[in-house]
């Protein structure tokens, strides 16, 4: 055996070498934040892992919700009288965002006390189970101030109804309602948008149940196209109300189809999740782009290129994928309704091997969680 003299200097190996040992880490989420735990030198040769938020055991009127975003921005709600900021994890920088509840008064006339008495939330952590949010921070900025002078970010909660979304930017008095186009309205009056993206100067929704999505001009909130549906997307449901997909709920072969809208760089891209028995069985992405006639649609892609991308409840992010492997998805699935339990599990997807791992499940304990599983990526 070779004694300790002559062990290698594993804290001494050149960064180059360093990287590619960490590219070949096991995921983004486990095998990252592993090799960063090694020492000081491995932890300095890569970048921050991205990590799984987990909800914390506590009690179930905890009024403190956050709800990580992009670029190491998250989205603080203090549930008891709706207030909420901007907050950078990394800085300590925060900005100013309206009321919740200013969103409310707009829309419907009244103004509640407290997110409790607002319909169908008997906790602070059920409010959450139907909100969404997005955020665009303008790239090139390294400052978090500076960057969030030009930020955008959008929201719907179920409490809404029929609006489409709302936005503001930072130093807003208040949210902006922004309404569904007509053809979006047909079906689905009673729905806003389940989920929403900024990209390119354009600000996406798709909403109700039909799968289709209304483009609008971001500074003057014209509608310049209406999207159809992906091809072949069947049995569309949203986590935003509650539909259930779980084999004691509804037939075990039955599939449905889950959306999460992600703006990279150089493309906005859908990602489509079948679900079965509650557990996703297959996954499949598209990318929006122009028709003959000059319109604007989804075509299917093998993969959206070298990046993971990471899907929660709450919001969509990414980063680059340095492997060249192509596209690899960190996927959360919870499904509730007020009939059954709550199941939380996540998997990671390679949409170049094809290969599906579950890497982690909330233990079904009956304990209540302050939040739901997120995912932060700085």
Known sequence: MASQEEQPGWSNLPSDLLRLIAQRSRDAVTGLA??????????????????????RAGSASDPTLVFPLARGWSIVVDARDASCHLSHLATGATAALPKLTNAVRDIYGHRPDAVRSWAFHRTYAAFTYSLRFAIHVPPGDSDPLAAAAG?????YHLMHGRTGMLFCRPGDAAWTKVKKPSPLQHGCLRYGFFDFVYHDGKMFGMGGTNGQMAVYDAATLDVLHVVGAPPDTNNLVT??????????VVPK???FSYVHLVSLPSKLILVRVSVKSCVPVAFSIFELGSTPNGGLAWHKVVDAGNYEL???RHHTTFRENVSNIGTQIHYVHDDYNLL??????VYCYSMWDCKLECIYSLPDDGQVYSTKPSWFVS
Do not use: E, Q
């Open 310 to 312: 990471f899907l929660d």
């Open 253 to 255: 072969w039955k599939v």
């Open 151 to 155: 930020m955008t970010v959008m929201m």
């Open 239 to 248: 986590k935003m109300y509650d539909m259930t997909t779980r084999y004691d």
């Open 34 to 55: 592993a090799f960063r735990s090694v020492c000081r030198t491995w932890r300095a040769a890569v970048g921050p892992a991205p990590r799984l938020l987990l909800p």
């Open 340 to 345: 059954v339990p709550l199941v939380t599990s």
